[in-house]
């Protein structure tokens, strides 16, 4: 195919995307002489802007449910390229970007409600909606009662302690709440904990 210029530049238009071409030049002078062809350019032309997000995931479930954590998985999504990652989203926000199908997120509250959602996202950013929500409900774990006689004096009884292995309460504690007479009593969630170390205080250096 020829085209005919008097510049010394030309635009090609209407071309292929991800398509080669090869070009080469004559001269022509007025009377139609033409020279011989130059040396040939090779082209080839990009492939489209990729616009178009994935499908959103399917399928999403939890289990592994324990007191601090949870596993979380879905179906594939699909994509006209391909899908690069999957976006975890707790409570609408993001905790996690995996290539996998499945993901265990930790460091939950023992006996506490999550909503999670999942997102397919291709290698430019096109993301897709989110998936339908799936609620996740954390196990209790162990617990423990405790109670404390009040001394004589105290108006308050904070309960200040630290399951096995775990981190103590901000001073002063939590305050313990009534039992029988002159007894407080307070039940506190331990996770996975079996045991706990506690100490009593009335807020005032007691």
Known sequence: MASVTSGLSYVDNGLAASTA?????????????????????????PAPADT??????????????????????????SDNVAVASYLVLRGGVQVASTAALSYTDSG??????????????????????????????????????????????????????APTGGSWTAVPGVPMDPACAGWKMQTVALGAATGLQAVFNNGSGS
């Not at 090869?22 to 002489?33: C, E, H, L, P, W």
């Open 52 to 77: 178009q997000a994935p499908s959103v995931p399917t399928g999403l479930v939890a289990s592994n449910i324990g007191t601090n954590s949870a596993t979380l998985s879905w179906s594939a999504s």
């Open 108 to 161: 939950l509250a023992p006996g506490t409600g999550y909503s999670y959602t999942v997102r397919a996202q291709d290698a430019v950013g096109n993301t897709s909606a989110a998936s339908a929500p799936r609620s996740v409900t954390t196990s209790a774990g162990n617990t423990a009662t405790v109670y404390h006689r009040i001394p004589s004096g105290w108006a308050t009884t904070n309960l200040h302690y």
């Open 21 to 45: 071409y090869s070009y080469q030049v004559r001269a022509i002078d007025a009377a139609g002489n033409v020279s011989a062809a130059s040396n040939s350019a090779s082209v080839t032309t």
